[in-house]
């Protein structure tokens, strides 16, 4: 196992998942460093799709609330690197906020602050259209210099094989994946295929036996035995 974390932690929940999902990962990980050092950003669904329905503004109001909870942990640890911890279609958000650039009218500037980003099962690469407002957005505008300032680890997990000839998991895992990437017969964690995760100039890691979705009695990423697998890269 490698070196526990030492530096404040600010977990920002996936694409239509809210913050009381993550409290679990919360407790879990204060297993390794004082509850104090963690933070999750408080989301709900509606932030997400928006009221009146806008999903295409959906980055923007997580970025905010990200850079709120990001000034909070700035203020409570002014000496220290953040390390942002993002499921899913949350690290997409993360790293549109880090590349300083403006996004559909706006820009942060509090990227210095955050040195790690860890992010579960992120699809860096998608068909879907949502998602790729925020894929593009970061192929456009990411350069190798990005990770001298902020090291990147994308994880995912490689437990489901898709296919459409097998059982009804097998079969849904195709559904999900061929919507990310076009093609299901791949291995993934069960809703996004492995290699959709993988990010040109990022630590790109692949585990076994976790899944997805922070649903109750899965061992998902945000789990005890999700952590397990993962924590040495932060």
């Known amino acids: 196992m490698m070196q526990a974390p030492r530096n404040p932690v600010v977990i920002l ?3 239509l998942f809210w913050d009381q999902l993550y409290t679990g990962m919360k407790k879990a990980l204060s297993a390794y460093l004082p509850e104090s050092m963690i933070e999750i950003v408080p ?14 503004r959906s ?6 609330a990200l850079d709120r909870t990001l000034a909070v942990m700035q203020k409570r640890f002014p000496d220290e690197k953040i390390t942002i911890v993002a499921h899913s279609g949350g690290g997409t958000v993360a790293l549109v906020y880090l590349l300083e650039q ?20 992120t ?5 879907e ?13 990411l350069t190798p210099g990005f990770f001298n300032r902020c090291s990147v680890v994308s994880i995912v997990s490689d437990k489901y094989t898709g296919a459409l000839d ?11 994946y061929k919507n990310v990437s076009g093609r299901g017969n791949i291995a993934g964690d069960g809703i996004v295929p ?4 993988f990010l040109k100039g990022a630590e790109n890691v692949t585990i076994s036996g976790v899944e997805h979705l922070p649903t109750p009695h899965t061992r998902w990423y945000g789990t005890q035995e999700g952590i397990e697998q993962w924590i040495g890269w932060m």
């Open 102 to 121: 403006e996004f559909q009218g706006d820009v942060y500037h509090r990227g210095s602050s955050v040195g790690r980003l860890v992010a579960l099962g």
């Open 59 to 64: 980055t923007n109001r997580v970025m905010a």
């Open 194 to 197: 492995v290699k959709s995760c």
């Open 123 to 127: 699809p860096f690469e998608t068909i």
């Open 43 to 56: 989301i709900t669904i509606v932030d997400w799709t928006g009221f009146p329905p806008s999903p295409e």
């Open 13 to 15: 929940p996936g694409v």
């Open 129 to 141: 259209h949502f998602a790729k407002i925020k894929t593009d957005f970061i192929n456009t505008h």
């Open 166 to 176: 097998k059982g009804i998991v097998e079969r849904m895992c195709y559904m999900f």
